[in-house]
């Protein structure tokens, strides 16, 4: 799973950043996040894929505001509108303030941390999956291609086995999350 969700689950001041701001221990930080960055960024390729106007996440991604926030979480979760923006984000990830919640039921049965919890670091990590696309994005993608390269780097990252066919795996992340 390289790549894109790496840059947000293996980024331990991301991980310190959020356990500091929520008040959890780092272990809880770290497991929420490894759980949470793979749906999220499924999210992102769930929208720039279907029919909807996925313009909003384009546009975040586009603007290059949380470029930097892989390196410097903490500059952005202290800013006032971080919260706010990170609800936006969050809509355009999840399509809905109950996927959102049923996203933190999911994560609580799998981390036993409270989903009040999980629903507070949700809109915190949100924009840096964002980050991780802009960075991603600026450093391969030309403006021709923006959109179509953009959901390239996204089959990439849910094809986790490699094989040329992301159905399987978006398959068996449902099952996951529906059986679970």
Do not use: C, W
């Amino acid at each position: 799973m390289a790549g894109l969700i790496d840059m947000i689950v293996n980024n331990p001041t991301i991980v310190k950043s959020i356990a500091k701001q929520v008040g959890i221990d780092i272990g809880d930080a770290d497991s929420i996040i490894r759980k949470l960055a793979p749906i999220l960024m499924g999210g992102a390729k769930s929208n720039l894929n279907s029919d909807k106007d996925s313009g909003g996440l384009i546009k975040h991604i586009e603007s290059k505001k949380y470029s930097d926030i892989l390196d410097k979480p903490d500059e952005h979760i202290k800013n006032s509108n971080f919260k706010d923006e990170g609800d936006e984000i969050l809509a355009e990830l999840t399509g809905s303030k109950e996927n959102s919640r049923e996203v933190a039921k999911h994560v609580e049965k799998e981390t036993g941390v409270s989903s009040s919890i999980i629903k507070s670091i949700l809109p915190m990590l949100a924009p840096m999956v964002i980050g991780a696309l802009t960075q991603k994005s600026s450093t391969s993608l030309d403006n021709s291609s923006r959109s179509s390269g953009m959901t390239d780097i996204l089959s990439s990252l849910i094809d986790q086995d490699k094989d040329g066919s992301m159905i399987d795996d978006v398959m068996g992340m449902a099952t996951k999350f529906i059986f679970s």
